[in-house]
């Protein structure tokens, strides 16, 4: 009996000294799982997370890069702009005309054949912009600067006979004939003509325009510019040969400063999240002065014609153009891209002043056409 009572006195000392160790171990094993079901929680909070931060991501591109109904809050989104475009145009004067080819040879009167006149030609010009949206909406109002650089120089020659047209009537109803008093030999065969028109075209634009939301997929732009523009021409023929003994060289320019205000309306058409078509038009009244001067020499020992204008005069703008749009985000900064075609009309900015050469001698007209730019344009841009 003694020594069973002994051996339960042991065996509750030896648990009393093992029960520590299995608990530690008991509650060790608690912390494993439990950190493991934490770490499984913790890995699917993240992926949902992540997904929706994508989700997220994909609706705030498509919100950014085209307005929806939707007013969106501008806070981190780009709010300034800066565009640089590369035109390729071609400046279109009627009144370049320099000669007729004079197919009849031998006629002291009349002319038969083509008129000659400066073929257009395409060369590069840069026009730039920067802006600033003004509102809290991606749809807000827009202020925005551009300025429009475009200088072209042509230069053709005619190498056959051919019958001047930029002469003064002093000069083309000369009585040279020896054989009789009244045959009259106008002096305007030349064998050869060299034309030279120079153009220079400068706009400063300041423009305000408001996006309206119509569907989904499209956009109105409306906007109004006030508008500064400096236009220069300049147009010489030099005439060799034939009733020319020695070179005969006419020049005309005019130059034109005025300024005025355009209205305008883009209608732009979602193609995918990124593209868009758009089509625009403006049209405006510009008030400005032309400054015109004709110089025609005498191929005889006289008086040259010589003869200055300045007028003031209101004119009228028109603006056309179609073209596809690019926009991608970059981190914080917008890339944008455009090309497309465009068109320019000029009413009334083609002054020039001409002599007629079988009226009364130094008669002039005064003649008032149109000038046209037209061709293409790429831009590169980014909002920031």
Known sequence: MKYHSLSLLLLAVSGSLLYPSIASAQAEADYVSYASELADVYSRLSELESQQNESAYQTSEKEDYWPSTALLETDGRPGWLAQVDLLYWAVRNPATQYGITDIGGVQDRGAVGDILSITPEYEAGYRIAFGKRLGHCVAGPEITFRFTDFDQQITERRIGS?????????????????????????????????????????????????????????????????????????????????????????????????????????????????????????????????????????????????????????????????????????????????????????????????????????????????????GLYARAGVDF
């Open 162 to 374: 051919l019958r001047a047209s930029f002469i003064s009537s002093d000069n083309s109803e000369n009585n040279d004939s020896d054989d009789a008093v009244n045959d009259i030999t106008p002096d305007d065969r030349a064998t050869s003509a060299t034309a030279n028109y120079d153009f220079s075209y400068n706009a400063y634009d300041l423009e305000i325009a408001q996006s309206l939301i119509t569907t989904e997929h499209l956009t109105l732009r409306m906007g109004g510019t006030g508008r500064v523009m400096d236009l220069e021409q300049g147009f010489d023929v030099t005439y060799t040969g034939g009733d020319f003994q020695v070179p005969y060289r006419g020049f005309e320019t005019s130059d034109y400063v005025g300024g005025g205000l355009l209205l305008g309306t883009e209608l732009k058409w979602r193609v995918t999240n990124r593209l868009t078509l758009g089509m625009g038009a403006k049209a405006g009244a510009m008030f400005g002065t032309f400054d015109t001067r004709l110089f025609l020499p005498d191929d005889e020992p006289g008086v040259p014609t010589d003869v200055r204008s300045s007028e003031r005069r209101m004119s009228t703008v028109l603006e056309m153009n179609v073209g596809l749009n690019y926009r991608r985000p970059w981190r914080r900064f917008l890339l944008t891209g455009a090309a497309g075609y465009e068109m320019t009309q000029l009413l009334d900015f083609s002054d020039r002043r001409v002599f007629s050469d079988s009226h009364i001698e130094g008669q002039n007209s005064h003649l008032i056409g149109n000038v046209s730019l037209d």
